[in-house]
């Protein structure tokens, strides 16, 4: 996706079965990872690069 690991973003990356997510965030002196486990339902995730977007804070916060 030619993005910058390092640029104080939040990056979210999910997995095949939809359930669980991971997010990465560089914090200037290492990474924080989250991870979080939907016990009802799945996440509508981009399948490509061309749906891969850049989400609001809120909707990031909504998130997690």
Request: aromatic content about 18%.
């Amino acid at each position: 996706f030619n993005l910058d690991l390092f640029s104080g973003c939040v990056f979210l990356f999910c997995g095949s079965r939809r359930d669980r997510f991971k997010a990465l965030y560089w914090d200037g002196q290492g990474f924080w990872m989250l991870y979080k486990h939907f016990e009802n339902g799945k996440l509508a995730w981009p399948s490509n690069e061309d749906e891969a977007r850049e989400l609001s804070d809120e909707q990031v916060m909504r998130l997690m």
